[in-house]
């Protein structure tokens, strides 16, 4: 079975500080990779989403970057965070049926 | 812009009632899924309807996809505590090229009492 792994759960690192969250899926093969955020009292908003090794496609320009560099592992990068990219980030998978997410990491930069 | 309204934006209920979430928008949808949400975790599929008109039922919960394929809803009969959470609603739009990237409502949170 598919199974989605990202990591940490929890951070909370100062503002100008860089960020690396990753995102690992198991049971597949050439996944359709996403990110989202969620804020608090909003829906979730797509960042970034990949559909091969390198491939990497941005909905919402910001400080943030995103790099797949094997086929079932995608990493969300920032160089320098700010307050306003605090939230819920999420990694997902899809195929034409649905989406499987991760547990999400809550980032607060303070 | 918002593609997908949902309401009500909250829903506080005692166990036993039964209540109805509406996800409405402008734009038609090739496919639209439903979502619960639990604190801390990620969202979990619970449907996805792809037909004009389709009904489909998962115990409790009875979701209807519109005719025009632009809205949905979900309706939830005898609520229990267990409900509780943030139902989201997602549609996926004709010809996207973001390989089955989705629109989120911003959700419904539901609080079910006993």
């Known amino acids: 079975s598919q199974t989605i792994h990202q990591w940490p759960a929890t951070l909370v690192q100062p503002v100008g500080s860089p960020l690396s969250l990753e995102c690992t899926v198991e049971?597949?093969?050439?996944?359709?990779l996403y990110w989202y955020r969620q804020a608090a009292g909003r829906g979730l908003q797509l960042l970034f989403y990949?559909?091969?090794?390198?491939?990497i496609s941005s909905e919402v320009p910001q400080n943030l970057s995103a790099s797949r560099p094997q086929d079932r592992q995608f990493i969300l990068s920032s160089k320098k965070l700010l307050l306003s990219d605090s939230g819920f980030y999420l990694c997902?998978?899809?195929?034409?049926?649905?989406?499987?997410f991760g547990s999400g990491t809550r980032l607060t930069v303070v | 812009t918002q593609l997908l309204e949902q309401s009500p934006q909250f829903l506080s209920i005692q166990e036993g009632e039964n209540l109805t979430v509406y996800c409405n928008s402008s734009?038609?949808?090739?496919?639209l899924q439903w979502y619960r949400q639990e604190p801390g975790e990620g969202p979990v599929l619970l449907v996805t309807?792809?037909?004009?008109?389709e009904v489909k039922k998962l115990k409790r919960l009875t979701f209807q996809f519109g005719d025009a394929r632009k809205d949905s809803s979900l309706h939830i009969t005898a609520a229990q505590p267990g409900d509780t959470g943030l139902y989201l609603c997602?549609?996926?739009?004709?010809?996207?090229?973001?390989?089955?990237?989705?629109?989120f409502g911003k959700g419904t949170s539901l609080l079910v009492t006993p």
């Open positions: 997902a998978w899809t195929d034409r049926y649905g989406y499987t």
């Open positions: 997602a549609g996926a739009q004709p010809n996207s090229n973001s390989g089955y990237a989705l629109n």
């Open positions: 734009s038609v949808f090739s496919s």
């Open positions: 990949s559909v091969g090794i390198g491939q």
């Open positions: 049971g597949t093969s050439n996944p359709n």
């Open positions: 309807v792809v037909t004009g008109g």
